[in-house]
C-alpha cells in the first residue's frame, strides 16, 4: 500500500551543526506535507508544512524542501540545540475531496520516523 | 486559545473490557481525528469526525467506534479489548477547511495498557 518512509532511522549530531532529516513517499497524488516532532511521553508537535506548489517553505530555524520528482522530502534543522532531540515524522495527505464525501482523504500518513539526538 | 486535550492520560483495562477516550479540539476546529500508535512506530490514522459525523476510517475492526459532538469534542470508544490494543492514543484536530487539507494538531495522547 502507499507509504511514508524514512531514510535513516537515527540521527546523531552535535551541537551547533546542521541536520537534514529525510524522507521518502510514495503516494504520487499527495499534495500536502508536514513534519512532526515528538518527544517521549508527548503527542506530536506540528513544525512546518508544505504544499506540492511549493519546492521550500522556511520557518524558525527550520527549512522543509520537496522535490516532486523524486518523491522526497527533507527537513533542515540550523543550529541544532539539545531541545531538538526527539523523534521527527513526515506525514502525507493525499488530494482531497470536501469533508463528508467519503473515504479518508484528510487522514495522515506517517512513517516511522527519525530519532535525532543532539549531543552537547 | 486552547490546545487539544485529552483524557485520561493513562489507562489500565483487562482483555474484553470498553474503554472510553476523550479529546477536546483546538479552539475554532471542527474537525478531530483519532490515532493509533504502537511504541517505535508511527501514528496509525484510526478515523475523523466533521461535524458530528464520520469523515473517513482506517484499518481497524468496528470495535472501534466514535462520536463527536456539537462543541466538536470527540469521544473513541473500543470494546472488547485486545492485548495489541495497548499503544498511545492520539487525537487531533484540525479547521476542517472544505476542499482542502489543513494541519492537524495533536493532542498529549492517552496511553492505554491492556492486560
Known amino acids: 500500500g502507499e507509504s511514508v518512509g524514512l531514510h535513516l532511522p537515527t540521527l546523531s549530531v552535535q551541537e551547533g551543526d546542521n541536520s537534514i532529516i529525510n524522507c521518502a513517499y510514495s503516494n504520487s497524488a499527495s499534495d500536502y506535507f508536514i513534519w512532526y516532532k515528538q518527544e517521549s511521553g508527548k503527542g506530536p508537535q506540528f513544525i512546518i508544512d508544505?504544499?506540492?506548489?511549493?519546492d521550500k517553505r522556511q520557518g524558525q530555524r527550520v527549512t522543509v524542501l520537496l522535490n516532486k520528482t523524486v518523491k522526497h522530502l527533507s527537513l533542515q534543522i540550523a543550529a541544532t540545540q539539545p531541545g531538538d532531540s526527539a523523534v521527527y515524522f513526515c506525514a502525507e495527505i493525499p488530494q482531497g475531496l470536501p469533508p463528508n464525501s467519503g473515504g479518508s482523504n484528510y487522514k495522515l500518513t506517517f512513517g516511522k520516523g527519525t530519532l535525532l539526538t543532539v549531543n552537547p | 486559545e486552547t490546545g487539544v486535550t485529552q483524557s485520561p492520560t493513562h489507562l489500565i483495562k483487562t482483555r474484553g473490557q470498553q474503554v472510553t477516550l476523550r479529546c477536546s479540539s483546538q479552539?475554532?476546529?471542527?474537525?478531530v481525528s483519532w490515532y493509533q500508535q504502537a511504541l517505535g512506530q508511527g501514528p496509525q490514522f484510526i478515523f475523523q469526525?466533521?461535524?458530528?459525523?464520520?469523515?473517513g476510517r482506517g484499518n481497524f475492526p468496528p470495535r472501534f467506534s466514535g462520536l463527536q459532538f456539537p462543541n466538536y469534542s470527540s469521544e473513541l470508544n473500543v470494546n472488547a479489548l485486545e492485548l495489541d490494543d495497548s499503544a498511545l492514543y492520539l487525537c487531533?484536530?484540525?479547521?476542517?477547511?472544505?476542499?482542502?487539507?489543513?494541519?492537524?494538531?495533536f493532542g498529549p495522547g492517552t496511553r492505554l495498557l491492556v492486560l
Open positions: 479552539s475554532g476546529h471542527n474537525t
Open positions: 469526525y466533521y461535524r458530528e459525523e464520520e469523515n
Open positions: 487531533a484536530s484540525s479547521p476542517g477547511l472544505a476542499g482542502g487539507q489543513s494541519a492537524q494538531y
Open positions: 508544505i504544499r506540492s506548489n511549493m
